[in-house]
């Protein structure tokens, strides 16, 4: 490794004695680390995912038109979405793009003639809505989609229909009972 110290004090041009020396070596590390620090910086603006000063640049890259309300973790969000949009819808991009949004998926596939299932676990909030429109929008015309919602207790299924979502509830009781509901447009 290459040692400064050592380098200057062979040529006579550092003396450790010498207070200005020192802080010009002192200036020399911290205009290393100011560039370091810019260079870590540009590294995360290169990534749609961690972008923050160069969003709009990537914005109109994308042509993504942010609302007024949208958060930077949400213009991040919809810029992934539109790089991850193009091409060929993949199980691994339906399972990246739920877990954009705090999910953990797995995609069942083939449940029905061109039609996959996308399983997610049970969680607190569940707000389908976006990633129902970031599918349909990334999808082939002749491929749908439905949710499922996994429980240790109760499988409750989200199918995606033309404008409206319909759930299928299905429980089993302890005492040797069953009950099933019917449809029921949320």
């Known amino acids: 490794m290459f040692d400064l110290t050592h380098q200057l004090?062979?040529?006579?041009?550092?003396?450790?004695?010498?207070p200005v020396s020192r802080g010009e070596l002192m200036a020399y590390e911290r205009q290393l680390n100011d560039l370091l620090a810019w260079h870590e910086q540009m590294k995360r603006e290169m990534a749609l995912d961690t972008t923050e000063l160069l969003i709009r640049r990537w914005?109109?890259?994308?042509?993504?038109?942010?609302?007024?309300?949208?958060?930077?973790?949400?213009?991040?969000?919809?810029?992934?979405?539109?790089?991850?949009?193009?091409?060929?819808?993949?199980p691994s991009?339906?399972?990246?793009?739920?877990?954009?949004?705090?999910?953990?998926?797995?995609?069942?596939?083939?449940?029905?003639?061109?039609?996959?299932?996308?399983?997610?676990?049970n969680q607190a909030p569940l707000e389908l809505s976006k990633l129902d429109a970031i599918l349909n929008q990334s999808e082939p015309s002749h491929q749908s989609h439905e949710f499922g919602v996994v429980d240790a207790g109760s499988v409750e299924e989200?199918?995606?229909?033309?404008?409206?979502?319909?759930a299928h509830i299905s429980t089993y009781q302890a005492c040797d009972t069953f009950c099933a509901g019917g449809e029921y447009e949320l």
């Open 93 to 121: 991009k339906v399972v990246m793009l739920a877990s954009d949004f705090g999910y953990k998926a797995k995609v069942v596939k083939r449940i029905r003639p061109f039609r996959y299932k996308v399983e997610l676990q």
């Open 59 to 90: 914005e109109k890259i994308y042509a993504v038109q942010p609302l007024q309300t949208d958060s930077i973790r949400d213009r991040q969000i919809k810029l992934l979405n539109k790089r991850r949009a193009q091409g060929v819808l993949t």
């Open 9 to 18: 004090a062979n040529t006579g041009l550092y003396s450790e004695s010498d």
């Open 158 to 166: 989200f199918t995606s229909g033309l404008g409206s979502l319909i």
